[in-house]
């Protein structure tokens, strides 16, 4: 679900919405890579499209192909802070710090202490900063280091930033109470310093940056409790205004011009300006961990890393546009990955009556999937095992629907689903085992629409239980004949389940005869379609009162949707437990009939009520049998 805070500060608005996460590729919007760690990632930096670094606990990494594959390069050091002259390079420090001059293949120890962030301002001057108001410079591309001022005791300095050798900037905050943000300027090149920070009680910065000469920004949080802090400058820092305060700490800062910026931190939090930050706008993250740092080769083009080896990356800006990726992980019940079969986003089209296939993905070793082709549209997402490989091996599990975080159900009226107007992740689904197979017995029948309609249905799920156990499934095929093998004899409950009508069961005895004639016939949940009144498409929602009222055991609600949208219609009982849902479908303009076949709930009061982003409604209604 989506949580929307709204912090006005000086009347600067920063909007943050946070989406659900995973784990594979998308296309548009920050998309995870797999790092190959859970190690904290503190720092990332590019030096070209292809080749980038990342570092953090006792890690060191390389990418040569634009982060979608990373080669670990050293675990003999951490690293809070790199920063790179050209390819081959570079430097990271934390506590100590290291160089290497030929792309990250080997590492020399620059001999110094206590270091938590380094930046150059050219090849050959650089300044690196840390605990104890710890401040060190060269001259020479660090085959040398001199302090350069160190009265400033009892500071911690998190960021250096140099426009030119001889302007710089650091920020921090103190290590003792009380906890106030600073930051520090040089004119000579760190021969001396002056405090310019802001009005900052409690305050920890965390990162600096200068776009221009003149413009700068810093992020922190507070010492207490988590909120995040946006401060700018407009005059080469001598002052500073917050910008905006935000409900999650702010790690790292980043500008690929005056204009562009992007800021990380707690909880995946990611915020983008276009306009030099008079609007800080909410991105959404395909990570929910703490985000450490952020790194923008091109407008575009960047990347964050952050606890548990995440890390993103974006080739638009962060913006999510058609088409949309679902993400997740399909599990057994004890955790454990499903290593094979096909993950399907499937649309129910109450017009033609079909289970309509919206996009397919291959289930990967680890249990991960991707679906990378939604439009805007609402999908319920399965997984089944692989159709190509059943007869070779005996499938593992039955067909389940998400419904719900690890959670899985093979009714499509339980399954959750999904409006896909941006890219969705974490959508893990737990999967039902099949135990217990390799009979020689078999059940099998048809599934056919009840009367006084007719015809066969295909794309059922017809299941076989024994008590809780799955042993076997089939699908229904073309004209509904369904078959479901290598089971053993004994007594089972065969659970029928198709988009569009009721869930139907039997009890079925498999004997020394396999039973062949167990068909199910099934009762649909209508939804009729757009009414053909003169051709009017309904100005407003509308909500009708349930006829005939009382009733037993059908009823028919009417709703009115004046333009296309996702619409949810549910049934609840009278201490207001949701007991069914009768649509939660992308609806087209149009007047709908919903009939509710209440045969197997008792006489009472009930409920029903019509959920849009737009509108709301509930009325009542009373079953007398």
């Known amino acids: 679900m989506n949580k929307k805070y709204i912090h006005i500060i000086f009347g600067i608005i920063v909007a943050v919405i946070f989406a659900m996460t995973g784990r594979l590729t998308a296309q548009t919007g920050w998309y995870p890579l797999q790092s190959g760690t859970e190690n904290i990632l503190k720092s990332v930096y590019f030096v070209s499209q292809n080749t980038g670094f990342m570092s953090g606990n006792g890690i060191i990494l390389k990418t040569l192909n634009g982060g979608t594959n990373w080669l670990v390069i050293s675990t003999a050091f951490s690293g809070s802070s790199i920063h790179f002259n050209n390819q081959y390079t570079g430097y990271i420090c934390e506590g100590t710090i290291h160089k290497t001059t030929d792309g990250g293949v080997s590492w020399s120890d620059l001999g110094q202490t206590s270091l938590i962030s380094v930046n150059f301002a050219d090849i050959n001057t650089g300044f690196a900063v840390g605990y104890n108001s710890k401040i060190t410079k060269t001259t020479n591309g660090g085959a040398s280091w001199e302090l350069q001022f160190v009265s400033m005791y009892g500071n911690k300095f998190n960021s250096v930033f140099f426009r030119n050798p001889s302007t710089g900037f650091i920020a921090g905050g103190k290590m003792t109470e009380p906890y106030n943000g ?141 088409p949309f990726a679902v993400s997740g992980r399909v599990t057994f019940p004890n955790g454990q990955p499903v290593t094979n079969g096909i993950v399907k986003a499937l649309k129910y089209d109450a017009q033609q009556n079909a289970v309509i296939v919206v996009d ?51 009714s499509w009226t339980s399954s959750r689903t999904l409006y896909t107007n941006n890219n969705i992740f974490n959508i893990d689904i737990r999967v039902f085992n099949i135990t217990g197979t390799g009979g020689n017995s078999f059940i099998s029948g048809g599934v056919y629409v009840a009367p006084p309609q007719s015809g066969g249905l295909q794309n059922a799920i017809v299941y ?8 076997g499934f089939s699908v229904s095929r073309s004209g509904g004949p369904y078959d479901i093998n290598n089971i053993t004899q004994g007594t089972y409950r065969v659970v029928c389940d198709r988009f569009g009508y009721w869930q139907a069961e039997k009890n079925v005895v498999v004997g ?102 737009e509108f709301t409604d509930i009325k009542k209604m009373v079953l007398v049998k």
């Open 182 to 322: 600073v930051i520090y300027k040089t004119i000579n090149g760190g021969n001396s310093w002056y405090e310019v920070s802001p009005s900052s009680a409690d305050i920890d910065f965390r990162s600096v940056t200068f776009p221009s000469n003149e413009i700068g920004y810093a992020v922190g949080g507070y010492e207490y409790g988590s909120s995040g802090v946006i401060y700018k400058t407009s005059n080469g820092g001598e002052t500073w205004t917050q910008q905006g305060i935000v409900n999650k700490d702010l790690n790292s800062i980043h500008f690929w011009d005056t204009q562009i910026g992007y800021t990380v931190g707690e909880d995946g939090i990611i915020l983008k300006t276009t306009n030099g930050s008079a609007i800080w706008n909410s991105q959404i993250s395909s990570s929910d961990k703490d985000l450490n740092s952020v790194y923008f080769l091109a407008n575009n083009l960047g990347y964050t890393v952050g606890i548990s080896g995440s890390v993103q990356k974006t080739i638009n800006g962060g913006i999510f546009g058609p």
């Open 360 to 410: 397919t993905a291959y289930i990967q070793p680890n249990g991960d999937y991707m679906l990378r082709n939604l439009n805007i549209d609402s999908v319920d997402i399965m997984a089944y095992p692989d159709d190509e490989d059943m007869d070779a091996n005996p499938p593992q599990f039955v067909p389940t629907y998400f419904a719900g975080t690890n959670n899985g159900t093979i």
């Open 464 to 471: 076989a239980m024994s008590g809780n156990e799955f042993k």
């Open 512 to 613: 020394s005869v396999s039973p062949d004639t167990i068909n199910f016939y099934m009762t649909g949940i209508s939804v009729i379609g757009i009414e053909p009144v003169a051709g009017i498409v309904p100005k407003t929602f509308n909500l009708s009162q349930n006829y005939p009222n009382p009733f037993n055991p059908v009823t028919k609600i009417n709703v009115d949707i004046p333009k296309n949208t996702m619409v949810k219609v549910a049934v609840y009982d009278m201490i207001g437990k949701e007991i069914e849902v009768l649509v939660n479908n992308q609806l087209s303009a149009g007047s709908y009939k919903i009939d509710w076949n209440a045969s197997k709930y008792a006489s009472g009061i009930y409920f029903y009520r019509i959920t849009t982003s």
